[in-house]
């Protein structure tokens, strides 16, 4: 990445100077987090501050709301971004893999054990009875999902103006229509961010507004 | 048949031009339906099940890999989905910079606006594929207020819904 320098760099994101957490302890760490972050995404961010921030020291409150916003925008999974930053700041490269380790691989097997248990049954008649009712359940809760990535933004919007406003629906609404008409995902998707990119910044937004 | 190189290189494709747990769904969504791999009852199914399951949200995709493909489909999601999030260490180094530059915020606006806005497409596409009626009108809207009360955990939500599923049909 131009302009930044190694110095810079290594400053920023250096593993921390002590390290007094062995690989060991880490890994029990990370794999607390995994095994007790039921949930969803909130109840995972809230272990990993608490462990991160409050019970281990590996940094600070601010920090860990930086990197928070840098996985914002990066590519992926939010969290796992978030524990490759903090793995990375406790031990370099075995610090993320341990942390990769100690996050996914309970959750992930346990993902996996919950899917093998649903196929090996999703033919019995009950199952299929109660599939029919899961279904609109579950986009019940996919609206409140949709709902609460876009809340923050559209108020953001309010409070800065109708502009602002506007353009936060108009991307919304456009974009939802937009697919209906078949439009490649990714190229919406990322035409969006850059209208948004040209749009704010034209228009002026408030700092530290998404979260 | 799926083809597991190709399957891998889509999954890949949609974490790394995406950002957070539910952002490649739309690209997944596109890229797996076009290719008669996945079927919209199977995404839901994956998402219901993502839901209830411990660590990030965004794990969904590893059901949906082993309803498509088996073990095999699941863990090359695993490893699909873990490297992407790599790159945050490049990101790391210029956020000092440009993170709080309101071309990167309205970068990441759009993106969630229109990840937010093209999810409401596929969710209204599995409940035309559920059967749009009073039923499932009721279902869809009492678990959206049971949600939005974040005192019922969703495994107890669904498990509601799934006991009136067996009672009703």
Known sequence: MSGISDREFAETIAPAAVSHCSPARQLRIWLNIGIQSFGGGAATLYLIRRAAVEQHGWLTDEEFTRYWGICQISP?????????????????????????????????????????????????????????????ATVGLGLLL?????????????REGRANLALAWALL???????????????????AGALAALGYWRLGIRQGQTR | MIDALVFFALMLKAALFSTSGIGNLPIVHQDLLDRGWATDRQFTEALAIGQISPGPSGLWVISLGYLLDGLRGAILVLIAITLPPLLVLLVHGFYRRLGD?????????????????IFLVVLAGIMRGAGINITNLLIALGALGLGATRRVPVIVVLGLAALVGIALF
């Open chain 1, 173 to 191: 609404i456009g974009s939802a229509l937009l697919s209906t008409r078949g439009a490649p995902v990714l190229a919406l998707l990322w035409g």
């Open chain 1, 146 to 158: 949709a709902y609460s990535m876009a809340r923050p933004l559209l108020v953001a919007g309010r």
């Open chain 1, 76 to 136: 992926g999974i939010n969290l796992i971004g978030l524990c490759i930053l903090i793995g990375w700041r406790v031990s370099g490269w075995l610090g993320v893999a341990l942390a990769l380790a100690g996050l996914l691989l309970p959750s992930a097997a346990i993902t996996i054990a919950l899917t093998a248990g649903y196929a090996s049954v999703e033919h019995v008649p009950m199952v299929r009875a109660a599939l029919r009712g899961t279904a609109p």
């Open chain 2, 101 to 117: 530059h309101p071309a990167t915020q309205g970068f990441v606006r759009g993106l969630s606006l229109a990840v937010a806005g």
